[in-house]
């Protein structure tokens, strides 16, 4: 991962013509966006000496020849900023007095140790004698100038010299990039009161011997020496660089390559943020492949936008509006990808996911697998609003709604995050693990019927997707599953007979209904839900008496055939059983089934609860009418 980072920072750095110079070390102060304006404290030049003058308000920009002007870059958070531009935070005040007055203070002391020249020196102690002078009037300014921002419109505070008739920002004076550079680069090997420098030593990035190293490169917040026990060689925090050799060619690198991911490759999934870091087997497949990103996003977030429930909607993965799995599944496998999934706090970087070396040609496995499921008709037909727009197709929004987040204290993040991994690495997922969270969802939306049914058939086209990729385990063996099939035209016809529908739907199936104990309880929810129907017109209510007999959808073998003959008696006593064909084939599959099922009570439950929801396939015209005829 470090690697790859470094490698696209050295790119965007060549592009830019950042590499090896100022532009390595200049940060953007509106990562995190909000900021409009630059609040610029005009200093007249006099001679050798400088007077306040006014204070301008500008249009900040992103540009890089702009961001040079800024020269941008956040010190300590108690303490004053690289150089004297500051983010302006609410107190205009203390952002002067705080950031912009202690920066020229702080230069002006340490200008020798930061390697100023003797002119230089005594400009910068002139400019911390100009500012300090005025600082009552420049403050009042600021203030003045404040009010002219409208609300919640963040600025920047910075400094700019008129001279030689013209007008020099910080970032134009080679004082202020010396003193960057310097300051800058200091924090690569002093820290926590210690300094870990070695020379000529071999920098562990690019693996190249270099005449220093520092120990204290820290471009992501998960490597740490701040205590002694995760430093090698004696647990002495000076000898640092040795566990983590890194250059400052490869350190400025990676801090261009960090803020590239940043700003191009960071995306949100389902409540978390994740970077997706190219992996390039050759650099000149890197341009390229660059450019596409660069190139193609932002086209394709307008476009998904807008899409709403049209195709480009329909064949997305996931919830990022700038899908861009799709994108790159179309590549050849000259790539591969890193997707970190990681969560801030306190600027630790905490990562939460690592998933690495996904070829495009595995991003286009997931996307046809997923396409060939969302045309199965039993999700195309069964699933469907009333304006056309359809509610079921195949994304991690689906895998998300059985593992789900419910608050701070109860939350199940982490097994997401880790059947997601193990999706996009294909790895072995277990099949009862899975049909365990289903049923308990299930079981928790039952008293809404409507979510219970797209609940069910959800965690049908879910166990039916990780089956087609082939990493679905039983009891450490993967499970070899038939794929699910297209039923016929045909079924949906008045000409096949119920027995018709019920063996072409078993047969479209088979994977799931492999077992004479399935296909039972599959068929009893059938059953069960026809009795419902009936008694939900019989008494006019959503909830017809016979749904306090389902036990809450916590089912056994006995429960389920109590269930059978509770409904067929039912049915009889309301004169209104037309369904003696399937209560025959129920009797067969049963005694087929033994004694004692192979299933497990979760596995009972979920095809009971399938078979309910799916009983609309098996119905006939004359049944939906209320037609008092037997089927037979």
């Not at 900021?35 to 500008?58: H, M, P, T």
């Not at 269930?563 to 009889?572: F, I």
């Amino acid at each position: 991962m470090i690697t790859a980072v470094m490698r696209i920072g050295k790119w965007t750095g060549e592009k830019n013509g950042a590499a090896g110079s100022l532009g390595n070390f200049v940060q953007n102060p509106n990562e995190k966006g909000g900021i409009r304006k630059v609040l610029v404290i005009l200093l007249d030049q006099q001679g050798e000496d400088y007077a306040f003058k006014d204070v301008d308000v500008e249009e900040f920009s992103e540009n890089e020849k702009y961001l040079r002007r800024y020269l941008y870059r956040h010190g300590g958070s108690q303490g004053a900023d690289i150089t004297p531009t500051s983010k302006f935070a609410g107190d205009i005040s203390k952002t002067f007095n705080n950031r912009i007055i202690r920066s020229l203070r702080d230069i002006s002391e340490a200008s020798a140790e930061l390697g100023l020249s003797d002119d230089e020196q005594r400009t910068a102690q002139a400019l911390h004698v100009a500012i300090s002078t005025s600082a009552g009037a420049i403050e009042q300014r600021l203030l003045g100038r404040t009010k002219e921002l409208e609300k919640r419109e963040g600025a920047i505070v910075t400094l700019a010299l008129l001279q030689d008739g013209g007008k020099h920002y910080i970032g134009d004076l080679q004082l202020f990039q010396k003193v960057l550079i310097s300051k800058s680069k200091t924090k690569y090997y002093e820290k926590h009161g210690a300094k870990s420098l070695g020379r000529n030593a071999n920098c562990s990035v690019c693996q190249t011997e270099q005449p220093e190293v520092y120990g204290f490169v820290n471009t992501y917040n998960f490597y740490t020496v701040d205590k002694p026990g995760f430093v090698t060689g004696g647990f002495k925090q000076q000898d640092a660089w040795k566990n983590y050799p890194v250059c400052l060619q490869c350190a400025c690198n990676l801090e261009l390559g960090k803020r590239y991911l940043n700003e191009n490759l960071n995306f949100r999934f389902y409540g978390f943020k994740y970077l997706l870091i190219p992996k390039f087997f050759n650099n000149e497949r890197m341009e390229e492949v660059l450019d596409i990103l660069e190139g193609d996003l932002a086209d394709r977030a307008d476009k998904f936008i807008k899409a709403g429930f049209k195709q480009e909607y329909i064949n997305r993965l996931t919830d990022a509006e700038n899908e861009i799995f799709e994108l790159f599944s179309r590549k050849e496998d000259y790539v591969s990808f890193d997707l970190v999934f990681y969560r801030e706090k306190q600027a630790a970087f905490n990562i939460l996911l690592h998933v690495e070396d996904v070829l495009p040609s595995r991003f286009r496995k997931l996307f046809e697998t997923k396409a060939r499921l969302d045309e199965i008709d039993i999700f195309k037909r069964e699933v469907s609003s009333k304006d056309g727009k359809r509610l079921l197709i195949f994304n991690f929004g689906v895998l998300r709604n059985f593992f789900p987040y419910e608050s701070k204290t109860r939350s199940f993040d982490e097994h997401f995050l880790d059947l997601v991994g193990k999706i996009f690495s294909l790895k072995p997922i277990d099949y009862h693990f899975v049909v365990r969270a289903i049923v308990k969802k299930l079981r928790s939306g039952y008293v809404d019927s409507p979510q219970v049914r797209l609940d069910c058939l959800s965690g049908y086209l879910l166990l039916n997707y990780l089956a087609d990729l082939k990493i679905l385990s039983k009891g450490g063996e993967r499970m070899e599953i038939k794929p699910i099939a297209d039923l016929q035209g045909a079924f949906w016809t008045e000409d096949m007979d119920v027995l018709g529908k019920v063996d072409a739907f078993f047969q479209a199936h088979i994977g799931f209904f492999d077992l004479a104990a399935k296909k039972t309880c599959f068929l009893i929810g059938v059953l069960v839900q026809m009795l419902l129907d009936i008694q939900q017109l019989k008494y006019k209510t959503s909830k017809p008496p016979f749904r306090s007999k389902l036990q809450g959808l916590r089912l056994t073998e006995n429960i389920v055939k109590r269930l059978s003959y509770a409904a067929q008696n039912k049915l009889e006593e309301y004169d209104k059983n037309y369904y003696r064909k399937l209560e025959a084939l129920i009797a067969q599959y049963m005694i087929a089934a033994g004694p004692k099922w192979s299933c497990t009570n979760d596995e009972i439950s979920f095809h009971f609860t399938l078979g309910m929801n799916m009983a609309g396939l098996f119905k006939s015209r004359k049944d939906e009418e209320g037609d008092e005829q037997s089927d037979e």
